[in-house]
């Protein structure tokens, strides 16, 4: 009796370790689950960004060519705008996309500028096909809620372009980047090959216009989207290849054609071979391509012309 009963005492020390261990192991595994909960939860969970619908499914990983970060805005003025959720990722038949999280002078969530304008140096450009689906986005609601938000100037047309542009199944970000690339959001902007308004349409698309001012918001907001939208069906949903087209980038442009008027009397006429990585990596990100420090692009031709 003697010897059992410390026997008993050992056994029924260790079950009650042992029971100890697995409340602790029951505690720890529900305390794990409450952290990816809350954090599944999170407000800083990039909710307004739209991502790629062939993005990465690990936001946290990248191909090997990429670098993973967030916006880099440190030697910029502009606020920081959502953080940026996915890389494009399409079939490429030009070579490295070459998508960064970083917004650099030449890439971005959306690709490498030398990809975005394929064949432009090399017999002419041939986009590579990204559907309105693939791109990163910021939400223009978001966006504007930035301090010094690049669109602040697009405030007083947000509800046009959620209007026309939802219409027609696109961003209203993008209508509204376009807008700033073509006239920074100036409904009275004229170009100078005669361009009206917000969406700088062409003489040809104003016949319509109410007594005949073409630089009407609400007419040319919505004759800019149409217009868009029916280049992009043409085009079979190639969505670089409109948005070239929008800004008067033919197929197979080359660095030559696109520059020819540099040194004619219209300077101005050239094609800006920094359009699509400025819309797609600036304006789309939420982030200013003329103010952001360092300058986003690489040819910046149409700087001779502001004398």
């Known amino acids: 009796m003697h010897i059992v009963a410390p026997l008993f005492c050992l056994i029924l020390a260790a079950t009650c370790v042992r029971a100890s261990h697995s409340h602790f192991e029951i505690i720890r595994r529900h305390g794990q689950h409450t952290r990816l909960a809350r954090r599944a939860h999170s407000p800083n969970g990039r909710c307004g960004v739209k991502t790629a619908i062939k ?3 690990n936001a946290s990983q990248a191909p090997s060519n990429v670098t993973v970060s967030s916006v880099n805005l440190k030697s910029s003025n502009q606020s920081l705008p959502s953080p940026i959720l996915g890389l494009i990722d399409v079939e490429s038949t030009c070579g490295p996309i070459g998508a ?9 969530p959306n690709g490498n500028i030398d990809w975005l304008n394929c064949g432009v140096s090399d017999g002419g450009w041939s986009p590579p ?6 791109i990163i986005t910021q939400d223009l609601a978001s966006a504007l809620q930035i301090p010094g938000s690049p669109f602040t100037a697009c405030a007083p047309y947000v509800a046009l372009f959620e209007l026309y542009a939802g219409q027609h199944g696109i961003p209203a970000i993008l209508v509204a980047a376009i807008a700033m ?3 920074t959001c100036n409904a009275q902007t004229i170009g100078g090959a005669g361009e009206q308004g917000l969406m700088q349409l062409t003489q040809d698309k104003c016949d319509g216009a ?3 001012d073409c630089k009407d918001p609400d007419y040319n907001i919505r004759t800019g989207v149409e217009f868009f939208s029916a280049t992009l069906q043409n085009n079979g949903g190639s969505l670089l290849l409109t948005i070239g087209n929008y800004n008067g980038w033919p197929l197979g442009m080359t660095f030559g054609s696109a520059t020819a008027a540099a040194n004619g009397p ?4 050239q094609n800006n071979l920094d359009y699509l990585h400025q819309l797609l990596n600036g304006w789309l990100q939420g982030i200013n391509p003329y103010t952001h420090n360092p300058r986003i692009g690489k040819y910046f031709n149409l700087d001779r012309c502001k004398a």
């Open 210 to 212: 109410p007594n005949g």
């Open 55 to 57: 993005a990465n499914a």
């Open 129 to 134: 096909y990204v559907t309105l689906k693939d």
């Open 181 to 183: 690339q073509e006239s």
């Open 266 to 269: 219209c300077c101005r006429c």
């Open 100 to 108: 960064t999280r970083d917004v650099t002078p030449t890439s971005g």
